[in-house]
């Protein structure tokens, strides 16, 4: 019988750790060759690493939330058998090759042993013994308080009930087998302390959930730390009449192909953007702000920040300048669902030039974008409210929408955001003139 160890793989090209998200696995589990044992994150991407063999699990080197170096001990597993576990192969490349370890008698490493390896000590071999079983204790005398050194016995949901109602179940006299509190004797001991019996809604709490920050979730935090921190943000917000825009979007809609994809509001922004771009190049651009040089660059890849279950990604429309309303479209949907999913790629999850972000009917009437770092612009999508609009002879209905965009102030000058924004302005409220720049 001997160990198997499995390392964390190369996950990817210049990624030299990992952060581990997710355990399929815990020791004591029986696994096959082939079975996931663990995901990793990086960058993004979601990797699950198989097992390569048949075995026991025995030890887990990291906990969820962890950072875990390529090349660590992730997972040592025991197998039954007299084959020689150096000759199998792993799966993943660069996953390290089985070392076979003493099965009993090794030594237990140190904590600082593991130090810088994402790993935790291997827990002994050395059995524990078992305590004594207590003796079985005595029913209690029904109706009576116990004394104040005994824990009283409950079930949890009494436990919780009493907890929130702030009362100390060793002074409510018992009547449940074996001196069990019931949710009767709490009834009974409101008539003395009436906050048993307050509305839940209305009861003092006082839990607290420790929630770690892990996967996605820390990568956007991260992110967004490194934006609001290294970037100074200007914010330009401006109305736009959408009313000739969504007139006509529901034209084009009603009209369209079997196989054309249904209209929103992005496209037409999209290709706006394109247009004000051409104008102002700049705004188009990644700052490397420790080498002080603007990379300017000719494609517009649009990053469109979507929600999904997991968190915020931001999936990357490419080379928008050669994609008509349509093609925007089409490619807004695809890159929507495969972030949903969970199925986009790395090169789909990055790459991106300048950023829309939208909460659709949920934007609220102003907003104040982080932008993506290390990009210098991003353009924000309020809702469209209907608003009375004053046309110089009366009050009308019309569909108001607000831009809210935000430039790292750097690069951009106030004024340079502002023309940026109005062009994209003209161009929304004339939606024609889209068609002329296409």
């Known amino acids: 019988m001997t160990e198997h160890v499995i390392r964390l793989p190369d996950v990817g090209e210049g990624i030299a750790e990992a952060e581990l998200v997710e355990w399929h696995v815990k020791i004591g589990d029986l696994v096959r060759a082939d079975a996931t044992l663990a995901a990793v994150m990086t960058d993004k991407a979601t990797v699950e690493i198989p097992s390569p063999v048949d075995g026991e699990i025995t030890w887990l080197g990291a906990e969820i939330g962890d950072k875990v170096a390529v090349g660590s001990d992730l997972v040592r597993l025991k197998i039954t058998g007299e084959r020689d576990v150096a000759s199998i192969p792993q799966l993943l490349p660069r996953a390290g090759v089985a070392e076979p370890v003493k099965p009993a008698g090794f030594a237990k490493p140190r904590a600082a042993d593991n130090a810088g390896h994402g790993t935790s000590p291997v827990t002994s071999p050395t059995p524990v013994p078992r305590p004594a079983q207590p003796a079985e204790p005595q029913p209690a005398q029904r109706g009576v308080i116990r004394a104040v050194a005994v824990r009283p016995v409950a079930s949890p949901a009494v436990r919780l009930r009493a907890r929130e109602a702030g009362v100390d179940l060793r002074q409510v006299p018992s009547t449940g087998p074996a001196g069990r509190i019931t949710h009767e004797d709490l009834d009974a001991f409101a008539t003395r302390d009436p906050r048993v019996t307050r509305s839940h809604a209305l009861q003092s709490k006082s839990a607290v959930e420790d929630v770690k920050m892990i996967g996605l979730r820390r990568q956007i935090a991260e992110r967004m730390a490194v934006a609001h921190t290294r970037i100074p943000h200007i914010t330009y917000v401006e109305e736009v009449d959408v009313t000739a825009l969504e007139e006509l979007r529901e034209t084009l809609n009603r ?184």
């Open 255 to 438: 009209r369209k192909r079997k196989e054309q994809p249904r209209l929103t509001l992005l496209p037409f922004l999209m290709r706006a953007m394109v247009s004000a771009i051409a104008k102002q190049p700049r705004l188009n651009a990644l700052f490397d702000d420790e080498a002080g040089v603007i990379h300017q660059h000719a494609g517009v890849h649009i990053g469109v920040a979507t929600q999904t279950p997991a968190g915020l990604l931001v999936p990357v429309a490419r080379h928008v300048e050669s994609l008509d309303l349509w093609d925007c479209a089409a490619e807004v949907a695809r890159l929507a669902e495969a972030a949903r999913t969970g199925t986009a790629t790395r090169e789909e999850l990055s790459g991106s030039t300048i950023t829309i972000t939208s909460l659709g009917a949920m934007g609220g009437v102003v907003s104040t974008p982080i932008i993506n770092h290390p990009e210098v612009a991003i353009v924000g999508v309020n809702k469209i409210m209907m608003r009375p609009v004053w046309d110089g002879a009366g009050f009308v209905p019309r569909k108001m929408m607000n831009l809210s965009s935000s430039f790292d102030h750097r690069v951009i000058d106030g004024w340079d955001a502002a023309t940026f924004v109005q062009h994209i302005k003209a161009l929304l409220e004339t939606p024609t003139l889209i068609f002329m720049n296409d």
